[in-house]
Protein backbone atom coordinates (compact mmCIF):
# COMPACT_ATOMS: atom_id res chain seq x y z
CA UNK A 1 0.00 0.00 0.00
CA UNK A 2 1.31 3.26 -0.99
CA UNK A 3 1.46 6.37 1.58
CA UNK A 4 -2.11 7.88 0.37
CA UNK A 5 -3.72 4.64 0.08
CA UNK A 6 -2.43 4.08 4.00
CA UNK A 7 -3.43 7.48 5.34
CA UNK A 8 -6.86 7.15 3.47
CA UNK A 9 -7.17 4.05 5.25
CA UNK A 10 -6.48 5.53 8.66
CA UNK A 11 -8.74 8.44 7.79
CA UNK A 12 -11.36 6.86 6.96
CA UNK A 13 -11.03 4.40 10.61
CA UNK A 14 -10.40 7.79 12.60
CA UNK A 15 -14.19 8.90 10.75
CA UNK A 16 -15.64 5.48 11.94
CA UNK A 17 -14.38 5.43 14.87
CA UNK A 18 -14.27 9.13 16.47
CA UNK A 19 -16.94 11.10 13.84
CA UNK A 20 -16.18 14.75 15.49
CA UNK A 21 -12.80 14.11 14.37
CA UNK A 22 -13.48 13.32 10.11
CA UNK A 23 -12.10 17.09 9.23
CA UNK A 24 -8.90 16.83 10.67
CA UNK A 25 -5.88 17.21 8.48
CA UNK A 26 -3.36 13.89 9.18
CA UNK A 27 0.27 13.76 7.94
CA UNK A 28 2.73 10.59 8.33
CA UNK A 29 4.21 12.98 11.34
CA UNK A 30 0.92 13.56 12.91
CA UNK A 31 0.68 12.59 16.33
CA UNK A 32 -2.35 10.58 17.78
CA UNK A 33 -2.66 13.27 20.88
CA UNK A 34 -1.98 15.89 17.91
CA UNK A 35 -5.15 14.69 16.09
CA UNK A 36 -6.97 14.17 19.50
CA UNK A 37 -6.51 10.56 19.45
CA UNK A 38 -7.13 9.09 22.65
CA UNK A 39 -6.29 4.86 23.81
CA UNK A 40 -9.87 3.98 23.41
CA UNK A 41 -9.98 5.15 20.30
CA UNK A 42 -6.64 4.35 18.24
CA UNK A 43 -8.09 0.51 19.67
CA UNK A 44 -11.01 1.22 18.03
CA UNK A 45 -9.07 2.55 14.66
CA UNK A 46 -7.02 -0.73 15.12
CA UNK A 47 -10.02 -3.01 15.16
CA UNK A 48 -11.59 -0.89 12.18
CA UNK A 49 -8.23 -1.79 10.06
CA UNK A 50 -8.16 -5.03 11.06
CA UNK A 51 -11.59 -5.89 9.88
CA UNK A 52 -11.37 -3.75 6.54
CA UNK A 53 -7.97 -5.91 5.86
CA UNK A 54 -8.23 -9.25 7.48
CA UNK A 55 -5.50 -8.87 9.62
CA UNK A 56 -4.15 -8.90 13.24
CA UNK A 57 -1.72 -5.72 14.56
CA UNK A 58 -0.14 -6.78 17.44
CA UNK A 59 -0.90 -5.12 20.85
CA UNK A 60 2.91 -5.66 21.82
CA UNK A 61 3.48 -3.56 18.95
CA UNK A 62 0.46 -1.04 18.51
CA UNK A 63 0.77 0.17 22.08
CA UNK A 64 4.04 2.38 21.88
CA UNK A 65 2.52 4.06 18.58
CA UNK A 66 2.44 7.75 18.66
CA UNK A 67 2.40 8.97 14.94
CA UNK A 68 0.09 7.85 11.76
CA UNK A 69 3.68 7.06 10.45
CA UNK A 70 4.52 4.48 12.72
CA UNK A 71 0.82 3.22 11.77
CA UNK A 72 1.03 2.83 8.82
CA UNK A 73 4.34 1.26 9.00
CA UNK A 74 2.50 -1.43 11.43
CA UNK A 75 0.10 -2.00 9.13
CA UNK A 76 2.30 -2.65 6.23
CA UNK A 77 4.32 -4.70 7.92
CA UNK A 78 0.96 -7.09 8.50
CA UNK A 79 -0.22 -7.32 5.11
Known amino acids: MTDEEVLGLIKEALEYSAP???????SMEST???LGINSI??????????DKLNIK???DE???INTIGGLAELIRRQI
Open 62 to 64: LAP
Open 57 to 59: LPD
Open 20 to 26: EHANVKM
Open 32 to 34: LGE
Open 41 to 50: TALEIAGYIE
